[in-house]
């Protein structure tokens, strides 16, 4: 089969190479193209675009890059209707991903989205969208189908990948000793800041962390970089600090962390998979978070609340985040059944998303259906 997957940001990337991992396991003969990153180029495949050129956050930096998506789109709609594929497969990434589905159904060609849109947080009226021009909803977390259920919507959840993404890894990762090594680490105790993916969110909430581990000079700080980013952007941000920024080590430093303070977003979920005590907090620009905060419906905005529907780590959002990430440090460095609780809560977590095996059962549930659509398509065509 052909597949044609679209990924927009780094976690994007992330599933969509465990995806091609999976279709690769049962698919005999899987040919790939694809809007990723580095994860996915390690599947194989043509990459047509790298996501660091279309990865846009906010309402404002939308705006501003409306050109640049607008190519982007095109580029991506010419290179489908060349290469026919015979699927499409949307990860996450509505506002691109929609409008992309909107063309490829008028090209006759199935139309599958694996991760989807966060319409249960906003813009639920999506909802009827993705009905008409979605032929399949693969979803990752188990809510997402009685939310579907609720829009008489059918969707499959075979498992959430990060764990097997995560499980495969973990033999490989160095033991502290070792990271120490390799790093040329001291031996105080680390706090990793995950300060995400995207430019935007770097930006607004690093110095936010920074400022907030002034407070733990014992500690050793370690920033985990972002694929898509150099060491060079994060050196005005660190204003002559000795942090060290660490590039694909994400794993290995959340394992060998004592606690981490993270970006909204899947590294919630790596973290809390990965069993390192957690401080979530997000900052967007004024604009988007003033429009945001009328307009977002969820009780919590970090994955392992939403998952839990409870909360399981503290979420600090927006204001006077330095003071309230040192108070939760202090509490996950120092008290021992606090610590202990959040990691209580994780045994269930991972109990709820499923355990091992998810990337394997969702590709092979994708090929079952992929296969069942075209066998419909040449009977109506043997019928006529």
């Excluded at 991992?21 to 049962?26: F, H, I, N, S």
């Excluded at 059944?337 to 269930?348: C, H, I």
Aim: glycine fraction near 6%; include cysteine; hydrophobic fraction near 40%.
């Amino acid at each position: 089969m052909k597949y044609y997957i679209i990924a927009g940001e780094a976690s994007g990337d992330l599933h969509g190479s465990n995806l091609m991992r999976g279709l690769k396991q049962v698919d005999t003969d899987p040919r790939f193209r694809y809007f990723g990153g580095d994860f996915m180029q390690e599947q194989g495949g043509e990459l047509v675009m790298h996501y660091r050129h279309g990865a846009f956050m906010g309402i404002w930096e939308v705006v501003k890059n409306l050109g640049t998506i607008s190519r982007n789109m095109k580029l991506c709609k010419s290179d489908i209707q060349q290469w026919q594929p015979d699927v499409v497969i949307l990860i996450d990434y509505a506002g691109f991903n929609l409008k992309i589905a909107e063309f490829v159904k008028k090209l006759n060609i199935p139309v599958f989205y694996y991760i989807s849109p966060k319409v249960w947080v906003w813009k639920e009226s999506r909802v009827k969208k993705i009905k008409k021009l979605v032929d399949r909803m693969f979803v990752i977390f188990p809510f997402e189908v009685d939310f579907y259920k609720k829009h008489n919507y059918q969707s499959f959840f075979a498992g959430n990948p990060l764990i097997d993404a995560i499980e495969e890894k973990l033999p490989v990762l160095p033991d502290e000793k070792l990271f120490r090594q390799q790093n040329n680490l001291p031996e105080n105790p680390i706090i990793a800041l995950v300060p995400g993916s995207r430019k935007q969110e770097i930006v607004l909430i690093l110095p936010e962390m920074l400022k907030a581990v002034e407070r733990f000079p014992h500690y050793q700080i370690i920033i985990a970089g972002a694929p898509s980013m150099d060491e060079a952007y994060y050196q005005p941000l660190l204003q002559n600090k000795k942090i060290p920024v660490l590039f694909g080590q994400t794993y290995a430093l959340l394992k060998n962390a004592k606690a981490a303070v993270v970006t909204s977003g899947t590294a919630t979920l790596e973290t809390a998979i990965l069993n390192v005590p957690q401080v979530v907090c997000y900052k967007a620009g004024n604009i988007t978070y003033q429009i945001g905060r009328h307009i977002v419906k969820v009780k919590f905005f970090s994955l392992v609340n939403i998952i839990m529907n409870r909360e399981v780590v503290k979420e600090l959002l927006q204001t006077d985040l330095y003071n309230r990430i040192a108070a939760e440090l202090e509490k996950l460095l120092h008290n021992e059944s606090y610590r202990s609780k959040m990691l209580d809560d994780y045994k269930e977590l991972k109990s709820i998303c499923g355990g091992s095996g998810a990337s394997r059962r969702v590709a092979q549930m994708i090929l079952t259906e992929l296969t069942g659509i075209k066998n419909n398509i040449n009977e109506q065509t043997i019928h006529n």
